[in-house]
């Protein structure tokens, strides 16, 4: 396992015993340590008594139940959220996708699920422990696209999405809009400070972070405002360097390339599951 000398705890969900086992093996394999749980109940229990570094669920199940565990997680260990990857069918339950992008879940389509679910999971470690290494880590406190909205208004809609962290007394809010019929994302932020409001930030560091490391660098102009127009990558994240022995990470949702996309695919699902967590 090459992340980190300690092995990583992983909690797998699924109803389906062949499909836990898989799992189980697969990441056994790569140096974790697995729990599997069957049901709702088993695995709010087990996640009350044990720390994990990731969960993966296999959702199998009535959406009811998959959105009320995962709301679950999301109020109980809110630190863990950004680590759900989430198993999907495509043409399936387009609830699940919703999911995926309202709490900024890592999914893995079922048909790829041996060459992808460890370098998903893999993923996300690496994420954990270079933001461990920093100052502080910016808490998101608000995210348009969890924003509650009328039956199919979404689906009309082609909007940026905006998210606002948090460090302190320091907002940073930003804009992230996919450019439309290219690969190109922008990415527009600024920095406050919500108790000196008149605070500069003139020439703060601003850095983009890719799979691969620093991928641009960006210097806040005299209102804190900043810009980045990059190729997409569906994991990036921000450092910001307020001082020399101050420095933010803000790691950023999971992108998307283009919301048009994503309706396409939704439009040509089929109907829900019936349950599967009894």
Known sequence: MSVGRERKKVLIIGEEPSARLEMRILLGSSGCECTVASNLQQALGTMDQRKFDAVVLDPQSSSSQVTELISRINESHPDLIGRVVLITEEGKDSVIGDLAERYSLTPVQRKFL???????????????????????????????????FPAGVRAL???????????????????????????RIALTGQILDSAKRDRSFAGVPVKLNGWKG????????EFGEFHFDFNFEPIVSLEIRIAE????????????????????????????????FR
């Open 114 to 148: 041996l060459q992808q679910l460890w370098g998903s999971l893999e993923s996300l470690f690496c994420r954990q422990a270079v933001f461990q290494n920093v100052a502080q880590m910016a808490r998101l406190i608000s995210d348009s696209f969890r924003d509650p």
């Open 157 to 183: 809609q082609n909007r940026n999405r905006r998210l606002l962290y948090a460090s302190g007394s320091l907002r940073v809010d930003l804009s992230v809009e996919p450019e439309d019929g290219s690969n």
């Open 214 to 221: 620093p991928s641009a660098q960006a210097t806040a102009g």
């Open 245 to 276: 022995d101050h420095c933010i990470a803000i790691p950023l949702p999971a992108l998307e390339r283009r919301i048009e996309e994503r309706q396409d695919i939704r439009s040509s699902s089929s109907r829900q599951r019936t349950s599967m």
